[in-house]
């Protein structure tokens, strides 16, 4: 019995495959799925589901004649849709599921990280299927991960996949587009993912997903810097998930990095969202860039946005996006002492606080290569 090289899979569904009438839950596309998830298991692979549709599964209970839906009742949807949702992946097994709802605030917050980390493991090792979604019904703009692909892609990093499988209404990722151009070619592997790529990916064409085709390559590109080999794969037809469990692949494959980022590094830079920018000097950059040093204030030249101690923010060069770190001052504490000494910060604010800015040890850079 051939079996593919996985020791841990993520598995992400979209709406479009779970109701593709865009009015409550179907099984058309779900069998062979669930047989897919069922003979992983029999071969000893982990697999966490992340399923999308649970504002699809409810739309059939409320009565509503707009195109574009209250954001009040796309939350009360999403309550009664996700039970049903839930329900319906239960029936296709005969081992215990268990609900995980998260929102990108609960990932960006480094102790309930760790706590989701370790909750998921303890299911996997009860030989219980961890089912993710994002918690629609309490997220707001400010919490929202905004789609299940790049959801499925942090749930990966957090899993300690090796394997993240986006399941599509196409084949993977083509030279150009398959529904204008006749002679497209899909692009079997991609090794490395560059602006180029990404120029590939066009806007969603279904109007049941919340994700495109460039969310399936931004959520590989975020697996990939994390060591973990992603598929995009046709999820409608059933013969992709026999091709899988032979080692064989049916999509696209995004190469894993040879060299992927650390737990700490890849959170930095992929999961939590920066809520301002410091905007620093030439020394300071290439001191933070190129001698991995800390920053600190006497290089800040100007402060963007409003953030507290403790929030993520972006440090610029121009219009250069260099890196991302955790900052130790608030904004308003670094308007003032931007420019200054250290000791000035110390005698300032308050006495004793540490004089980085933002510590190496809490910042990742964005370019690989500065000038």
């Given at each position: 019995?051939?079996?593919?090289?996985?020791?841990?899979?993520?598995?992400?569904?979209?709406?479009?495959?779970?109701?593709?009438?865009?009015?409550g839950?179907?099984?058309?596309?779900?069998?062979?799925?669930?047989?897919?998830?069922?003979?992983?298991?029999?071969?000893?692979?982990?697999?966490?589901?992340?399923?999308?549709?649970?504002?699809?599964?409810?739309?059939?209970?409320?009565?509503?004649?707009?195109?574009?839906?209250?954001?009040?009742?796309?939350?009360?949807?999403?309550?009664?849709?996700?039970?049903?949702?839930?329900?319906?992946?239960?029936?296709?097994?005969?081992?215990?599921c268990?609900?995980?709802?998260?929102?990108?605030?609960?990932?960006?917050?480094?102790?309930?990280?760790?706590?989701?980390?370790?909750?998921?493991?303890?299911?996997?090792?009860?030989?219980?299927?961890?089912?993710?979604?994002?918690?629609?019904?309490?997220?707001?703009?400010?919490?929202?991960?905004?789609?299940?692909?790049n959801?499925?892609?942090?749930?990966?990093?957090?899993?300690?996949?090796?394997?993240?499988?986006?399941?599509?209404?196409?084949?993977?990722?083509?030279?150009?587009?398959?529904?204008?151009?006749?002679?497209?070619?899909?692009?079997?592997?991609?090794?490395?993912?560059?602006?180029?790529?990404?120029?590939?990916?066009?806007?969603?064409r279904?109007?049941?997903?919340?994700?495109?085709?460039?969310?399936?390559v931004?959520?590989?590109?975020?697996?990939?810097?994390?060591?973990?080999?992603?598929?995009?794969?046709?999820?409608?037809?059933?013969?992709?998930?026999?091709?899988?469990?032979?080692?064989?692949?049916?999509?696209?494959?995004?190469?894993?990095?040879?060299?992927?980022?650390?737990?700490?590094?890849?959170?930095?830079?992929?999961?939590?969202?920066?809520?301002g920018?410091?905007?620093?000097?030439?020394?300071?950059?290439?001191?933070?860039?190129?001698?991995?040093?800390?920053?600190?204030?006497?290089g800040?030249?100007?402060?963007?946005?409003?953030?507290?101690?403790?929030?993520?923010?972006?440090?610029?060069?121009?219009?250069?996006?260099?890196?991302?770190?955790?900052?130790?001052?608030?904004?308003?504490?670094?308007?003032?002492?931007?420019?200054?000494?250290?000791?000035?910060?110390?005698?300032?604010?308050?006495?004793?606080?540490?004089?980085?800015?933002?510590?190496?040890?809490?910042?990742?850079?964005?370019?690989?290569?500065?000038?």
């Open positions: 019995m051939s079996t593919p090289t996985w020791r841990r899979a993520v598995l992400k569904v979209g709406s479009a495959l779970i109701a593709p009438d865009g009015n839950c179907s099984a058309k596309y779900l069998l062979a799925i669930a047989r897919f998830i069922t003979q992983c298991r029999e071969r000893g692979i982990d697999i966490v589901l992340v399923s999308s549709g649970s504002v699809a599964a409810g739309r059939s209970h409320f009565d509503f004649s707009h195109q574009s839906l209250p954001v009040a009742l796309k939350k009360a949807m999403a309550a009664v849709g996700q039970n049903e949702m839930m329900s319906n992946w239960s029936r296709f097994f005969d081992f215990p268990a609900q995980v709802l998260l929102t990108h605030g609960d990932l960006g917050d480094r102790e309930r990280y760790v706590s989701i980390k370790n909750t998921i493991e303890a299911l996997l090792e009860n030989q219980i299927l961890p089912i993710v979604n994002e918690n629609d019904t309490v997220a707001t703009d400010a919490m929202k991960v905004g789609d299940n692909d959801l499925a892609a942090m749930v990966a990093t957090v899993a300690d996949a090796d394997t993240l499988v986006i399941c599509s209404d196409v084949d993977g990722l083509y030279d150009k587009d398959p529904t204008v151009f006749s002679d497209a070619k899909r692009l079997p592997v991609v090794e490395e993912i560059d602006d180029h790529i990404f120029s590939l990916a066009g806007p969603p279904n109007a049941i997903a919340t994700g495109g085709m460039r969310t399936k931004e959520a590989a590109e975020k697996a990939s810097s994390h060591g973990i080999d992603t598929y995009i794969v046709n999820g409608r037809d059933g013969d992709t998930f026999e091709q899988l469990l032979r080692g064989d692949n049916p999509g696209t494959l995004f190469c894993k990095h040879h060299t992927p980022l650390s737990n700490r590094k890849h959170w930095l830079r992929h999961t939590i969202k920066a809520q920018a410091v905007v620093v000097d030439h020394g300071a950059a290439q001191a933070v860039v190129e001698d991995g040093a800390s920053l600190l204030s006497t800040i030249t100007d402060v963007e946005g409003e953030f507290e101690r403790g929030d993520a923010v972006i440090i610029r060069e121009g219009d250069k996006a260099l890196a991302k770190g955790i900052c130790q001052y608030s904004s308003w504490e670094l308007n003032y002492l931007k420019g200054r000494h250290a000791g000035t910060i110390n005698d300032t604010v308050e006495p004793g606080h540490p004089d980085e800015v933002i510590h190496r040890d809490n910042l990742t850079i964005l370019e690989e290569n500065y000038s």
